[in-house]
């Protein structure tokens, strides 16, 4: 009887929608859903046939700053294993798979003029079975692990890396551009510049805060718009794809709303996503002009002649203005900022001097086995709305979000995070915010940088005492696999 079958269908909607635990929300079926990893960090291979050294084997072979004093000469061992990461891919129910390449396997030498064959067959491999398995390539060219060589001619502070980047993001886009559609030119400047040239956290750690990150951040500037250029005047015409690059920030919230907390809240955000985003994304186009006044005004009272954050002439104002498809976002966490209550003493020349604002969290926030990662999802809804007010609402990609763990398969905290971050998120699309992809870091457990194997961020465990770096779906894994699948998650 048609009455008895809509009093089904009521029920069954019901049921649906609404489980015994909770409300279950919808994602817009215009969103995909993706996981990501990078070169060093899995691949292994190190060696292999004739890959040059980068910055990361120099820096793990021969320092002893890697926390369990390990490196990425094996890894996930993805370069032989690549079958086994596509069939965790496919069982996961990803749309797309974003992956970096490795300078050194395609370029030996840095530059163009020799190309390792092996090299480009390895990602043609890779490219083609992921096509074959139906998901779709995301390529990162730059994940951070620079050509030794270049980094001996002065690494991003040189202002050719402009050119040699360019060079090599076009051996990449000949290469594999006929099938790879969605480009990223570097993930996370500011951690390379920050980390890697003002501080000893990353290669190739030259600890010279104030002073190179700003050159780093100044060339990699260029160096992005002038391979985005290319692409949009020379590629794009014939292999129609997108290109645009990933910004990392901590949500900066304002410790009050004193206007004050408010201002330092504000600046936080200016030297972080601002630094990066500002020149490319705002309407105006070059540094924020808070950045400018700040490191111009502490330079004249440190007696520098000249302010340490180098300038852009107008011509390449324009030239950086609008070099991205999208907004790429990677986000973790969130820290509150206020003003510091006494004018701290211009002692030690940095970039967090010149930024000049207290951060702190919430202890009640909870933690994770990163001290600087507190899980806080309201963070994320209000970056995301940042973005969308500061940049004139683009459509943002989220291209990492993830959560360490520092041995385990069971991992609820894992999946409180992607339950708490993913409804974040809907919430921040149903505020306006235009999210059309989002991607879990990582697929699997891989080297996580100065903290080596002790952080783990994976959906997939890998054994990395097994020679067959063996790799086994968590939790959580299964978790993403549901939502994937039902498009579905439970309100938090
Ligand atoms: C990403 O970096 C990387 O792209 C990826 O390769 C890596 O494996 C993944 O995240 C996990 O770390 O609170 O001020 O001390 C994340 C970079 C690390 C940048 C934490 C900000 C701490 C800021 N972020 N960092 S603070």
């Given at each position: 009887m048609?009455?008895?079958?809509?009093?089904?269908?009521?029920?069954?909607?019901?049921?649906?929608?609404?489980?015994?635990?909770?409300?279950?929300?919808?994602?817009?079926?215009?969103?995909?859903?993706?996981?990501a990893t990078a070169s060093?960090?899995?691949e292994g291979a190190w060696n292999v046939s004739d890959k040059g050294e980068n910055i990361w084997d120099r820096f793990t072979h021969t320092t002893d700053s890697i926390r369990d004093r390990s490196n990425g000469d094996v890894a996930c061992d993805s370069y032989n294993q690549h079958r086994r990461d596509i069939e965790m891919l496919k069982e996961l129910g990803v749309d797309y798979y974003r992956f970096s390449i490795s300078w050194t396997r395609i370029l030996p030498d840095g530059f163009s003029n020799r190309l390792s064959q092996d090299g480009i067959a390895y990602y043609n491999t890779?490219?083609?079975?992921?096509?074959?398995?139906?998901?779709?390539?995301?390529?990162?060219?730059?994940h951070w692990d620079l050509p030794q060589r270049l980094q001996d001619l002065g690494g991003w502070?040189?202002?050719?890396?402009?050119?040699y980047y360019t060079d090599f993001a076009k051996v990449a886009f000949e290469a594999f551009g006929d099938r790879v559609k969605h480009w990223l030119t570097f993930n996370e400047p500011w951690v390379i510049c920050y980390q890697g040239y003002g501080m000893i956290e990353k290669a190739p750690a030259l600890d010279m805060s104030g002073i190179a990150?700003?050159?780093?951040?100044?060339?990699?500037?260029?160096?992005?718009?002038?391979?985005?250029?290319?692409?949009?005047?020379?590629?794009?015409?014939?292999q129609n794809g997108r290109i645009g690059w990933t910004l990392n920030t901590n949500y900066h919230e304002a410790a009050s709303q004193s206007p004050a907390?408010?201002?330092?809240?504000?600046?936080?955000?200016?030297?972080?996503?601002?630094?990066?985003?500002?020149?490319?994304?705002?309407?105006?186009?070059?540094y924020s002009q808070i950045l400018k006044d700040r490191v111009n005004q502490k330079s004249s009272e440190q007696g520098y002649p000249r302010s340490r954050l180098p300038e852009f002439t107008s011509e390449e104002v324009a030239y950086l203005k609008g070099t991205c498809d999208f907004f790429g976002l990677n986000h973790y966490s969130t820290n509150f900022v206020r003003m510091p209550t006494m004018a701290l003493k211009s002692s030690k020349v940095s970039f967090d001097d010149d930024l000049g604002v207290e951060k702190f969290v919430d202890p009640a926030w909870p933690g994770s086995e990163a001290d600087w990662l507190k899980?806080?999802?309201?963070?994320?809804?209000?970056?995301?709305?940042?973005?969308?007010?500061?940049?004139?609402?683009?459509?943002?990609?989220?291209?990492?979000?993830?959560?360490?763990?520092?041995?385990?398969?069971?991992?609820?905290?894992?999946?409180?995070?992607?339950n708490g971050y993913m409804n974040a998120l809907l919430d921040a699309m149903e505020d306006g915010c235009n999210v059309t992809a989002y991607t879990a870091w990582s697929l699997m457990d891989n080297f996580e940088w100065s903290d080596g194997y002790t952080q783990r961020y994976g959906l997939y465990h890998v054994d990395f005492n097994d020679p067959m770096r063996t790799r086994t779906p968590k939790a959580s894994a299964m978790y993403y696999k549901s939502i994937l699948e039902t498009r579905t998650i439970e309100r938090d």
């Open positions: 048609a009455f008895a079958n809509v009093v089904a269908l009521l029920c069954f909607l019901a049921t649906s929608i609404f489980t015994v635990e909770g409300e279950v929300r919808r994602f817009p079926d215009t969103i995909s859903f993706g996981v060093y960090q899995v890779l490219i083609n079975d992921l096509l074959e398995a139906n998901i779709t390539p995301y390529v990162t060219i730059y502070a040189n202002p050719m890396m402009a050119d990150d700003y050159l780093c951040g100044h060339s990699l500037l260029k160096a992005h718009a002038k391979a985005y250029h290319l692409y949009d005047d020379v590629y794009r015409p014939t907390d408010r201002e330092a809240a504000e600046r936080a955000m200016q030297f972080e996503l601002g630094w990066f985003g500002h020149p490319v994304f705002s309407s105006e186009g070059d899980v806080v999802p309201w963070g994320f809804r209000n970056l995301l709305n940042w973005i969308r007010n500061s940049y004139n609402s683009p459509e943002i990609i989220v291209f990492e979000n993830g959560f360490p763990d520092r041995d385990d398969k069971d991992d609820v905290d894992r999946i409180n995070y992607y």
